[in-house]
């Protein structure tokens, strides 16, 4: 069945319908579902870190070495590729993509229907796809897709960007009440550097591509970006994509421009914002307040 089955109508062509399904939540119950209702209009994350001090990570056994020098963009954006191949698909469902997935809260939170009624989901199906870099989260995610199998598929120790490779990720190990949630690309952010700028390597994945190879026309695509400044690069390079017109919502965390390894002004990251609206992407005002 298509998503018009579902629905009765087209989501994708009808913003108001979509915000009556799945923004008119009662009771609210999280601050993702608030956001979404326009009750909380912060939309820069403070990088003041008041909390405890830093702790030895012990998730993993993942060696961490100390960064001594700024980091640069590790590759170049990528918006478009002949050698991606698209999603042969057919039965569209909603796809969260969870870009600084944590421990899987924010996935949890989607489960409570607090991004919209998992009931209203076309078919009546949703898969999952939680990109986390931080290794202290490689076993929760783990536990997740041992609970959902073939619905839940993890990208640990990975890092969500414009283009693929290998490079260095940086870790907050001091702001435990908040998740350690200013891990980073960037060596400049505040928690990295009060932590030591202690990294580890991690791999890359272009969330271009993963739209192209994971999501179809009629999908409810709703993308959760909280990369800690790392939206600053992947925006402007996600407007030029053939493949963001597939978002039909972007909760975007934004942070600031400072954190930006390309040097992206913020005429260039606005513009890039109007650009994906003018594309049918719908971005509201969005901050978690850990990850």
């Given amino acids: 069945s298509s998503l018009a089955q579902v629905l009765n ?9 979509d915000r009556a399904l799945f923004r008119d939540m009662a009771p609210v119950k999280s601050i993702f579902a608030l956001l979404a209702l326009g009750q909380v209009a912060t939309a820069v994350k403070p990088t003041t870190n008041k909390f405890l001090g830093a702790q030895h990570i012990n998730a993993t056994n993942t060696m961490v070495e100390v960064a001594k020098t700024q980091a640069a963009a590790p590759c170049q954006c990528e918006a478009n590729s002949p050698s991606w191949v698209p999603a042969a698909r057919t039965v569209p469902k909603c796809i969260f993509i969870d870009l600084g997935a944590a421990d899987g809260n924010s996935f949890n939170s989607f489960l409570a229907n607090s991004f919209g009624p998992l009931a209203n989901c076309p078919s009546g199906k949703w898969e999952a796809y939680l990109v986390e870099a931080n290794p202290r989260f490689v076993q929760p995610l783990a536990q997740l897709t041992t609970k959902y199998p073939a619905d839940v598929h ?3 120790t990975t890092a969500a960007f414009d283009c693929e490779g290998k490079t260095s990720f940086y870790l907050d190990t001091t702001s ?15 928690d990295v550097q009060k932590s030591g700028m202690q990294h580890v390597d991690v791999t890359l994945v272009n969330l271009n591509r993963l739209l ?6 009629g999908d409810w695509v709703m993308v959760k970006m909280d990369i800690e400044g790392a939206e600053w690069d992947v925006l402007p390079c996600l407007a030029k994509a053939d493949s963001a017109s597939l978002i ?3 909760y975007m965390e934004v942070h600031p421009g400072s954190l930006s390894m390309r040097g992206t002004k913020d005429s260039e990251f606005q513009a890039a914002k109007e650009a994906l609206k003018k594309r049918g992407v719908d971005i509201p005002d969005y901050f978690s307040d850990t990850l």
């Fill in 212 to 217: 192209k190879e994971k999501t179809i026309p």
């Fill in 154 to 156: 993890v990208m640990a």
């Fill in 248 to 250: 039909d919502r972007l």
């Fill in 9 to 17: 109508v087209d989501l994708r062509h009808s913003l108001a319908l």
């Fill in 176 to 190: 435990v009440q908040h998740n350690f949630w200013g891990s980073s690309l960037s060596s400049t952010h505040p």
